[in-house]
């Protein structure tokens, strides 16, 4: 099975569809994720952030929110004060 990267650059839009970040997520190892619990309040956070572009990207990082908003290690790059922080 061929291994797509979507990242935007690779995707060639910053337009990312959710069956784009479905096949992204598919290819995460699960141990280095965090709740879904964690991810949807993530998410939510970035959602109503002023700084989300297209409604998928962040303005600061140049992250899709939906991949970001997975990883443990990940924090909010708002500038000044994280809006959402790193999970242990």
């Known amino acids: 099975m061929e291994e797509k990267n979507w990242c935007q650059d690779c995707a060639g839009s910053v337009i990312v569809t959710q069956e ?3 096949q ?6 699960h141990s ?6 964690i ?15 297209y409604g ?18 990940e924090c909010c790059p708002f500038p000044g004060r994280a809006k959402w922080g790193r999970e242990e």
């Open 20 to 22: 784009m970040m479905d």
């Open 24 to 29: 992204l997520l598919k290819q995460i190892d």
């Open 32 to 37: 280095s994720l965090v709740s879904d619990d």
């Open 39 to 53: 991810y949807e309040k993530r998410v939510n956070i970035c959602q109503s952030c002023s700084s989300l572009q």
């Open 56 to 73: 998928t990207t962040c303005a600061y990082s140049g992250y899709l929110v939906h991949y970001q908003a997975k990883w443990k290690q």
